[in-house]
């Protein structure tokens, strides 16, 4: 058991107050791709963008919410009886459904589920709870040179929490990296930035247009931000989720290259390959997928990809 599962249990009656508590989906330690050395990577719920591909569906919405794992149900039909609102029931099509509209986050079903079908995403984390955890593998940050990097969905949809994390961890002269889409005001992430070394900066497609389409919102917020990041010369590293039939095309290719050869402050652009991991979570969160059945691009595609944007004299990485 991890140290996040360890947690208390979801409380639906707390709520952040500004800086003093994040809600979190996820805490991974141990993490070698999100800027550099060993890294404690701690992913905040909520994000602005609804990308078709994306790998976090649990991450989206800005609230804690029932999944459902059906392969680990046993039928022991416990849910059924301890559910107070009536939100689960029985489908001869969909097997056992629930109500998201009904259900309102008592955990009573998670309690009494024998073998773990059901779970609550999303615990809410106090700073010094999260810097005990982090300090624990301080060792490996000074030998590493690693740190802490929050994720997401979009830290930057928990302002508070996020500055006042980060906040605490320069105070402990700990290395800080956030990983961001880039859609938010201004006004909420500069003060964010006074804290952070390293930026993980998103860019998902260069034609606004398409960029609506893939994500649901444009990209001109997204850029705009990026040139304000780079007249302050903070360190950034464009990341490019590189998604057959979306994004993966040369226009797009040598559009987000020639981005980034035009900014000195950007280290490199990392291309990350589209996976299929991510797809059984929208089941779970009963969602549907708009990619089922796309395949990750092949290696040879991507390398090619890679090397028309290096053609640009600049850092290429494929992976995180």
Request: glycine fraction near 8%; proline fraction near 7%; charge should be negative.
């Amino acid at each position: 058991m991890s140290w996040f599962d360890r947690l208390p249990p979801f409380d639906p009656h707390v709520t952040d107050g500004p800086g003093e508590a994040g809600l979190i989906f996820d805490i991974q330690r141990f993490a070698v791709h999100d800027g550099g050395g060993i890294r404690t990577l701690v992913f905040l719920k909520g994000c602005p963008l609804h990308c078709v591909w994306c790998q976090n569906p649990e991450s989206m919405v800005r609230q804690p919410e029932i999944v459902f794992l059906r392969n680990n149900c046993i039928d022991c039909r416990k849910c059924l009886t301890v559910c107070p609102a009536d939100a689960i029931h029985l489908s001869e099509d969909a097997g056992r459904v629930i109500d998201r509209t009904r259900c309102d986050l008592c955990a009573r079903c998670t309690l009494g589920c024998y073998a773990g079908a059901i779970n609550i995403v999303g615990r809410y984390v106090t700073i010094p709870q999260l810097m005990a955890e982090v300090e624990r593998d301080r060792p490996f940050y000074e030998r590493s040179g690693g740190g802490i990097t929050f994720s997401g969905g979009e830290p930057t949809a928990q302002a508070a929490f996020l500055e006042a994390a980060l906040r605490q961890a320069k105070k402990r002269n700990l290395h800080t990296a956030i990983e961001t889409c880039g859609f938010v005001r201004w006004e909420t992430l500069e003060p964010i930035l006074r804290f952070v070394d390293l930026v993980l900066y998103d860019i998902k497609h260069m034609d606004s247009g398409e960029h609506r389409r893939l994500t649901g919102v444009p990209n001109e917020l997204i850029l705009a931000n990026l040139e304000r990041i780079r007249t302050l010369g903070l360190p950034v590293r464009v990341r490019l989720p590189l998604v057959p039939g979306c994004n993966d095309s040369l226009d797009n290719i040598r559009a987000t290259a020639a981005l980034v050869a035009s900014m000195p402050n950007v280290q490199a652009l990392d291309i990350l390959p589209y996976h299929r991991l991510g797809e059984p979570k929208w089941g779970e969160l009963d969602r549907s997928y708009e990619l089922h059945g796309v395949l990750p691009p092949g290696k040879e595609h991507v390398e090619g990809l890679a090397d028309i944007a290096r053609s640009y004299d600049i850092s290429v990485r494929i992976g995180g």
